[in-house]
């Protein structure tokens, strides 16, 4: 029911994958860069995201404990799809940046996260500009035999933040039906950083509970209904209320992410398709209610004002696969997604005690809506070659309604994405593999791009822009794999051209409480390149080596001056080392680290989050134990950050925990 200690915790440069296009597919043969990592140890990472850390191409940043956000080959927020189970997570407020919405997907209910790196919207439309993050939750399993239960139960405490981690769930089934039901919670204090310093405002607390049932179609396929809610009630914005670089007070005496949800449903049919249509399909359709609810007041105001912003999702899809000769298979398939926003926003005044309301930051009844076809062929003319080509046509449309204060925004538009990728054999074991992709990306514009309204981070005011159209990504990677017995690696270099990148712009005026304000338009072109690697190397029987390093550099261009991109990480990686002697203990170290970024935006270098001399570098020295005390009872001792380092990874609003030690067991039966 859960990953075990004896899981790899680098990523599975081998492992299956479903991003692709929702079926099954082995990783090592997909001509794209995937990275796949399995379910982290209970209470580990206080967002699921952070399975992500250290990985090839993704680059973990955090803003607020409870939330955070990766970055895929430098792109991040609504420039990378996520999705859960299939279905997407990106609503139509999502923004350009870590964002909150991250932390409502459930740490503690999790198979396995994949992520797709490269522009691959042919599969899955908008939003797939640096690449795809998939978050796969655990099916209830069918006993053959008769019926059949088993059941987890998991804590887990750190010391670095008084974090308790709690699980329980119990998986039920026979031979045609399956029940699996489960149950979360995160308690979590205030972070005690390198050298001893105590966080204000990093406290908080979230909840989840999951249903998932399964049942046989007969011998033709399966169906599976799946209910998730996720809610953290009131989490404080810790770069709000405190003072960041550069500044001498805190912006906001209140701000609150008050409170967070997220709740999901999906029907889903998988197995047999009609003759005439395919041989294989899945077909599903979903509905995700996102909550963001906020409580804030200004420094010095006397104003506190209320939002609750909606975003009702739904969406469904169909997926196909036919074998169309001995070497050629087609798969193809249609999907449609709307979304609409319901918008209240109040302010209450802490004199008088009078309510009225206020202008938020969407508009009620604000909406957009994505279909899309694609067809992708996969030729495997010879064990040696194999190409895949495929092509997808998108519509999308974004509305606004107008208000008093700004016009009605209503973009419509169509786009026509492709993509070509090749796998070549190098030696005729077919251990050593030269991989190529190239591809074309889009992302439409979203109800928070055209229609957002009201203060953002760094002091500024945005100011709504309805005439913003889409932005296009052109992007190339060459690898080379290597998969031998005992071990496998990889190495890619790529390339990303982004035009018509929607950025923040100053206007060049100010508010009356001295607010910059700012405007997102179509005004940047993004030259991103890196190089990604990783290596799992099994030495024997007991010892096992992993480890990843990335650098990636890019370049922004508008009105004529160049200069550093937004958020671009420095050099990163992990490396771990693991031991598993004969017996019921084993033993495992291994260090994150990150070099120095003094590349900075002009954003970046007036961003209160971030140095303006630069993000030093930094490594940590982290140890771990897990001993089988009984026959499915596992626990768990971790050391992290054992030197107390303090630091920072570029981007986030707040520094990292200190030294911590962790302590936590995870029970399993019958």
């Known amino acids: 029911m859960a990953a075990t200690s004896g899981d790899p915790t680098l990523a599975e440069l081998d492992a299956v994958v479903v991003t692709a296009d929702h079926f099954d597919r082995d990783g090592r043969r997909l001509p794209t860069a995937t990275t796949v990592v399995r379910a982290p140890e209970p209470g580990t990472v206080q967002v699921a995201l952070e399975a992500l850390r250290g990985r090839p191409g993704t680059f973990f940043q955090q803003t607020t404990p409870g939330q955070g956000n990766v970055l895929v080959r430098g792109l991040k927020g609504s420039e990378v799809l996520h999705l859960v189970d299939g279905f997407r997570l990106n609503a139509a407020f999502f923004r350009n940046a870590p964002n909150q919405y991250m932390g409502l997907v459930d740490p503690l209910n999790l198979e396995q996260v994949e992520v797709l790196r490269g522009p691959l919207s042919t599969v899955h439309g908008s939003d797939a500009m640096g690449g795809v993050v998939q978050l796969v939750t655990p099916s209830p399993h069918f006993h053959d035999e008769g019926a059949g239960a088993t059941w987890l139960a998991s804590a887990h405490y750190d010391s670095a933040d008084a974090g308790l981690h709690a699980r329980a769930a119990v998986d039920v089934g026979g031979e045609t039906w399956a029940l699996r039901a489960g149950s979360s919670r995160q308690d979590v204090g205030l972070r ?42 009131s989490t404080r914005r810790f770069d709000a209320l405190n003072p960041g670089f550069g500044q001498a007070a805190a912006e906001s005496e209140e701000f609150a992410f008050e409170p967070q949800s997220r709740r999901f449903g999906l029907l889903r049919y998988r197995g047999d398709a009609p003759a005439w249509l395919a041989d294989e399909m899945v077909l599903q359709a979903g509905r995700q209610t996102l909550v963001d609810g906020q409580r804030s007041r200004d420094l010095g105001s006397d104003l506190r004002e209320f939002q609750r912003n909606t975003s009702r999702l739904d969406g469904v ?111 005729e074991a077919g251990q050593w593999r030269l991989v190529a992709n190239v591809g074309r990306a889009f992302r439409a514009p979203n109800v928070f791009d055209l229609g957002a309204f009201g203060p953002r981070p760094g002091n500024r005011f945005n100011l709504p822009n309805p005439g913003l159209g889409p932005e296009t990504a052109v992007s190339g990677d060459l690898g080379l794999k290597l998969s031998r017995e005992g071990l496998d690696a990889e190495a890619f270099v790529f390339a990303t051209r982004y035009r018509d990148k929607i950025s923040s712009v100053l206007t060049g005026d100010t508010t009356p409480q001295g607010q910059a304000i700012v405007q997102s338009r179509n005004v ?3 030259e991103l390149h890196g190089v990604e690697t990783a290596v799992d190397w099994r030495i024997d029987g007991q ?128």
């Open 192 to 233: 005690r950083a390198g050298g001893g310093d105590t966080l204000p405002d990093t406290g908080y607390t979230s909840h989840g509970k999951d249903l998932r049932a399964a049942w046989r179609a007969g011998e033709a396929g399966t169906v599976e209904l799946l209910w998730q809610d996720f809610t953290q009630p």
């Open 317 to 427: 899809s169909l997926q196909l696969r036919r074998q169309a000769g001995e070497s050629l298979e087609l798969r193809y398939g249609l999907e449609s997604y709307r979304d609409r926003i319901e918008a209240r926003a109040s302010e209450v005044d802490l004199g008088t005690g009078l309510s009225a309301p206020a202008r938020g930051r969407f508009v009620d009844g604000s909406g957009m809506e994505n279909s899309g076809a694609y067809l992708v062929a996969d030729w495997e003319p010879s064990e040696a070659w194999r190409l895949n080509a495929g092509l997808r046509h998108s519509r999308f449309r974004t509305r606004v309604p107008a208000t008093a204060t700004a016009p009605a925004a209503d973009v419509s538009a169509s786009d026509l994405t492709g993509q070509a990728g090749l796998s070549r054999a190098l030696d």
């Open 524 to 526: 940047t072109e993004l």
């Open 543 to 670: 010892w096992r080596l992993q480890g990843s390093a990335t650098w990636t550099r890019g370049e922004e261009q508008a009105t004529g001056d160049t200069y550093p991109a937004d958020r671009i990480p420095p050099v990163y990686g992990r490396a771990e080392l693991g031991w598993r002697p004969e017996g019921f203990v084993s033993w495992r170290a291994w260090t994150d680290f990150a070099g120095r970024q003094d590349r900075l935006s002009p954003r970046d270098a007036t961003d209160p989050r971030i140095n303006p001399a630069g993000t030093a570098g930094w490594a940590t020295l982290n140890l771990g134990m897990d001993w089988q005390a009984l026959p499915g009872l596992e626990l768990r001792l971790e050391v992290r950050n054992l030197f107390d380092r303090r630091y920072r990874e570029h981007g986030s609003g707040l520094d990292a925990p200190g030294r911590g030690i962790g302590v936590g067991f995870t029970w399993t039966g019958p």
